[in-house]
């Protein structure tokens, strides 16, 4: 849950989860719909999804335990060199580092050499003496990303009070690296539009292309180039809205319409008992202010 997510978003979803799902065993039971819902407003979906299909592969295949090797662990769904080596390290205090953007910049800063050029699995394990000299490897695991998020922030890192000031090169240097990039932002134009009823109801399909919300609900959606006049459909509204990396502007259309297409269904515009992510929830918002 936490991934790409800050703590306080996440901290209702998790004492929920938790709640609902005391055991490895109990979330393997579930299903994906329910898993979705629960996990709606938290974004990055994928996520949902592969946690469940985790705890299904880890109930049948290895007696609820989680393995304890790097090439067993990266087998699960979704699991990546961060995740296994974060897991190692957290739930086996084996002696690891979850390379992610803090930890790159920590080791980045203290090198003063640019992140890309440096090989981090290299410059691990040449240096395994020095960096595990702990048996709290995983308090270590988590100090250093922490560190990275709260002293050596991306901007204005606490140099003055930092514990690593008086070896650190970038502290010492006079020529800095430079900042390190944040993701490169991509923008894109979007019409949607939205069949809706008398009932304050939304028709919407899960047969839609856009790749960071596919099989998701959704109404009609276009990835344009530019606003053309559109005909036969009423504008609503031009907003804005983030997800990731991406910058999207959306020209949101509607119809009232009784008939609609045979792959679209009707949605509430209030509660639905069915997932709905946050992306399509803003459109209700939208919408709802015709009613
Ligand atoms: S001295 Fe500054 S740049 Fe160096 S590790 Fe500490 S906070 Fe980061």
Same mark, same amino acid.
């Given at each position: 849950?936490?991934?790409?997510?800050?703590?306080?978003?996440?901290?209702?979803?998790?004492?929920?989860?938790?709640?609902?799902?005391?055991?490895?065993?109990?979330?393997?039971?579930?299903?994906?719909?329910?898993?979705?819902?629960?996990?709606?407003?938290?974004?990055?979906?994928?996520?949902?999804?592969?946690?469940?299909?985790?705890?299904?592969?880890?109930?049948?295949?290895?007696?609820?335990?989680?393995?304890?090797?790097?090439?067993?662990?990266?087998?699960?769904?979704?699991?990546?060199?961060?995740?296994?080596?974060?897991?190692?390290?957290?739930?086996?205090?084996?002696?690891? /580092? %979850?390379?992610?953007? $803090?930890?790159?910049?920590? +080791?980045?800063? =203290?090198? @003063?050499?640019?992140?890309? *050029?440096?090989?981090?699995?290299?410059?691990?394990?040449?240096?395994?003496?020095?960096?595990?000299?702990?048996?709290?490897?995983?308090?270590?695991?988590?100090?250093?990303?922490?560190?990275?998020?709260?002293?050596?922030?991306?901007?204005?890192?606490?140099?003055?009070?930092?514990?690593?000031?008086?070896?650190?090169?970038?502290?010492?240097?006079?020529?800095?690296?430079?900042?390190?990039?944040?993701?490169?932002?991509?923008?894109?134009?979007?019409?949607?539009?939205?069949?809706?009823?008398?009932?304050?109801? /939304? %028709?919407?399909?899960? $047969?839609?292309?856009?790749? +960071?919300?596919? =099989?998701? @609900?959704?109404?009609?959606? *276009?990835?344009?180039?530019?606003?053309?006049?559109?005909?036969?459909?009423?504008?609503?509204?031009?907003?804005?809205?983030?997800?990731?990396?991406?910058?999207?502007?959306?020209?949101?259309?509607?119809?009232?319409?009784?008939?609609?297409?045979?792959?679209?269904?009707?949605?509430?515009?209030?509660?639905?008992?069915?997932?709905?992510?946050?992306?399509?929830?803003?459109?209700?918002?939208?919408?709802?202010?015709?009613?």
């Amino acid at each position: 849950m936490l991934q790409q997510t800050q703590v306080k978003t996440v901290i209702p979803y998790f004492k929920n989860f938790t709640k609902k799902f005391k055991t490895l065993k109990d979330l393997s039971k579930s299903n994906e719909k329910e898993i979705l819902k629960m996990w709606e407003g938290l974004g990055y979906y994928r996520r949902a999804k592969n946690l469940l299909k985790c705890s299904k592969i880890l109930v049948r295949n290895y007696d609820s335990k989680l393995p304890d090797s790097i090439n067993e662990i990266k087998k699960l769904p979704g699991v990546g060199d961060y995740t296994a080596n974060a897991l190692l390290g957290l739930v086996y205090n084996k002696p690891r /580092i %979850a390379v992610d953007g $803090n930890v790159k910049r920590v +080791f980045s800063r =203290n090198l @003063n050499i640019d992140d890309n *050029k440096i090989n981090f699995d290299k410059f691990i394990e040449e240096n395994k003496k020095k960096l595990f000299t702990t048996n709290r490897n995983a308090d270590f695991v988590e100090a250093l990303m922490e560190f990275g998020a709260l002293m050596c922030k991306p901007k204005d890192p606490i140099c003055l009070t930092c514990c690593l000031n008086k070896t650190c090169k970038y502290f010492k240097s006079k020529k800095k690296i430079k900042k390190i990039k944040s993701k490169m932002i991509k923008n894109k134009n979007y019409d949607i539009f939205c069949y809706i009823n008398k009932n304050k109801q /939304i %028709a919407l399909t899960k $047969n839609n292309q856009i790749s +960071f919300l596919k =099989n998701f @609900n959704l109404p009609e959606i *276009k990835e344009t180039k530019n606003f053309s006049k559109i005909h036969n459909w009423k504008f609503l509204k031009n907003y804005k809205n983030s997800i990731s990396n991406l910058k999207l502007n959306i020209n949101l259309y509607y119809k009232f319409s009784n008939k609609i297409p045979s792959n679209y269904d009707w949605y509430s515009l209030g509660k639905n008992k069915e997932f709905i992510p946050s992306f399509t929830k803003k459109i209700f918002k939208q919408v709802s202010t015709l009613f």
